[in-house]
């Protein structure tokens, strides 16, 4: 799979509301940190994992699922933090109860043919394998000289 430049920064300039489906409540997670950044660059961030419906996280409430975020929230884009095998029934409920849904995102390592297949049928982006903060610091000019960036600065180092 391969996208433009030009395509990940249409995306990632025109997008608001993310919908982080399988973000953990532990701050070393990489779903925690992801979505702590994205909130940090001005993205409103939906969490979504059913252990932590009703607890607050990024100064939003946790959701059970897609199916929970009222429709009065207008997602643009899904970003998954789930195994492969598990991403068709999300974008199914994504599909179904996000109308101004305009992109489905998975994680690094996660791709479903099935599942994009679905969502390009239904005229959504699909990007897949690729990590959002990665191609927003890479694409913004935010990487350093390790080419990388967690977000994680210590004093004391």
């Known amino acids: 799979m391969s996208y433009s430049d030009e395509e990940l920064i249409r995306i990632l300039k025109?997008?608001?509301?993310?919908?982080c489906v399988g973000v953990s409540m532990n701050p070393v997670r990489p779903?925690?940190?992801?979505?702590?950044?994205?909130?940090l660059?001005?993205?409103?961030?939906?969490p979504v994992n059913p252990g932590h419906a009703g607890?607050?996280?990024?100064?939003?409430?946790v959701r059970a699922d897609l199916a929970s975020i009222p429709p009065e929230i207008?997602?643009?884009?899904?970003?998954i933090f789930r195994r492969s095998e598990h991403?068709?029934?999300?974008?199914?409920q994504a599909i179904e109860h996000l109308p101004r849904l305009r992109t489905v995102?998975?994680?690094i390592g996660v791709e479903n043919a099935e599942a994009a297949a679905m969502a390009e049928a239904r005229g959504l982006t699909v990007i897949q394998?690729?990590?959002?903060?990665?191609?927003?610091?890479?694409?913004f000019g935010e990487l350093r000289m390790g080419g990388f960036n967690t977000g994680v600065i210590s004093s004391k180092l």
């Open 129 to 139: 394998n690729r990590c959002p903060k990665i191609e927003y610091q890479r694409l």
């Open 31 to 39: 779903s925690y940190f992801v979505a702590r950044y994205l909130s």
């Open 87 to 92: 991403v068709p029934p999300i974008v199914e």
């Open 74 to 79: 207008p997602v643009d884009m899904v970003d």
């Open 105 to 107: 995102w998975m994680q």
């Open 55 to 61: 607890a607050r996280l990024f100064g939003e409430e």
């Open 41 to 46: 660059k001005g993205y409103r961030v939906i």
């Open 14 to 19: 025109s997008t608001k509301v993310i919908a």
